[in-house]
């Protein structure tokens, strides 16, 4: 489903409408909608319209995966690559991204410069189509003190004898460097453990975990619904990611006052300033073990916690909002003015 948005003015009701797509194979599917939202947009009743899926025909598209070329590049290789570059499912998204970049009246909106310097280099996106706008949180919905009683409950529950806890909280695991935060527990001392919060299929990685000597200092903690009492759980969030455009994971655990490592891959650590822990290469293992020894004190982690959340705070939904309303009333003027 697109919104479209009839209303400039805030204090308009938002009118929605859904338009059907087929549930049959996601190459069609993608298609077809792509279509359908392009035929109904043709009637032309609507201020602005903002994408957020694989539609040919906006305003604005919010390239929130990033590009999709460069996903597969930075999350695939060999013959895993190759395969999935000349399936269906991936070139009609290809297909539609080419379109949309290649259109010089539609502007893009990055959450990172990590994704607009690619739309810029490698898809010949002019700078000034971009709108750089990072995504948001509430961060007082993770405050720690406001979970303090759960978390310590949901530590006493899961591993009440660990020295210190570092929380994976993300899905897609091998996307997200699971194998790495593994590899780099089996570094660290065994009074640390490793809580993994998030959806995939456990069982491949329970073995890895096993093979690499860490089975028994590992949770799966599965999907939860308790995210901010987790984050503050834990003494620190680990999320050696080979791609992400922006991991709202770890703004939360910045908004949550938690210590945080990742890659030069998240996008998300562009807005995090200099106490998020980067590391450049999402398969360094020693290097994400030598950043939790650097986290191993208290003192150490609640400094970084502190400035990261503050950080944090700034990112806020009001701003973020305001800067989407400056726009629309932007694209909504071009219109006017195309149509005079």
């Not at 599965?222 to 992400?244: H, K, Q, W």
Request: net charge positive; proline share 5%; glycine share 6%.
């Amino acid at each position: 489903m697109t919104v479209l948005a009839r209303e400039i003015d805030p204090r308009a009701t938002v009118a929605t409408e859904r338009i059907p797509a087929p549930r049959a194979w996601q190459p069609i599917r993608i298609e077809t909608f792509s279509r359908r939202a392009a035929r109904r947009l043709a009637r032309g009743d609507f201020d602005v319209v903002h994408g957020f899926s694989h539609t040919r025909t906006q305003d604005l598209f919010r390239a929130g995966g990033g590009s999709h070329r460069d996903w597969l590049r930075r999350t695939h290789a060999g013959a895993s690559h190759a395969i999935r570059t000349i399936s269906p499912r991936y070139r009609v998204r290809f297909a539609i991204e080419r379109d949309v970049f290649e259109r010089s009246g539609q502007r893009i909106q990055c959450a990172s410069r990590l994704v607009a310097d690619t739309l810029e280099r490698k898809h010949g996106v002019a700078p000034e189509r971009i709108l750089l706008l990072p995504n948001a949180v509430e961060a007082e919905a993770f405050s720690p003190e406001r979970h303090a009683a759960a978390a310590r409950a949901l530590r006493a529950e899961q591993t009440p004898s660990a020295a210190r806890i570092w929380l994976f909280p993300a899905s897609g695991w091998h996307r997200k460097g699971l194998e790495t935060a593994l590899r780099a527990l089996a570094l660290r001392p065994a009074e640390e453990v490793l809580w993994i919060a998030g959806g995939d299929r456990p069982a491949p990685w329970r073995a890895k975990a096993r093979a690499y000597g860490v089975g028994d200092r590992v949770r799966f903690l599965g999907r939860r619904d308790d995210m901010p009492a987790v984050y503050a759980a834990a003494d620190g969030v680990v999320l050696p990611t080979r791609y992400d455009p922006f991991a709202n994971a770890t703004l939360e655990a910045a908004a949550a006052g938690r210590a945080v490592v990742t890659t030069r891959a998240n996008g998300a650590s562009e807005w995090l300033g200099e106490e998020v822990l980067l590391l450049d290469r999402p398969d360094d293992a020693e290097g994400l073990a030598a950043a939790l020894g650097t986290l191993a004190e208290e003192a150490e982690r609640a400094r970084r916690g502190t400035a990261l959340r503050a950080h944090a705070s700034t990112l806020d939904w009001p701003s973020h909002v305001a800067r989407l309303r400056e726009e629309y009333a932007c694209l909504a003027a071009r219109r006017l003015r195309a149509s005079a």
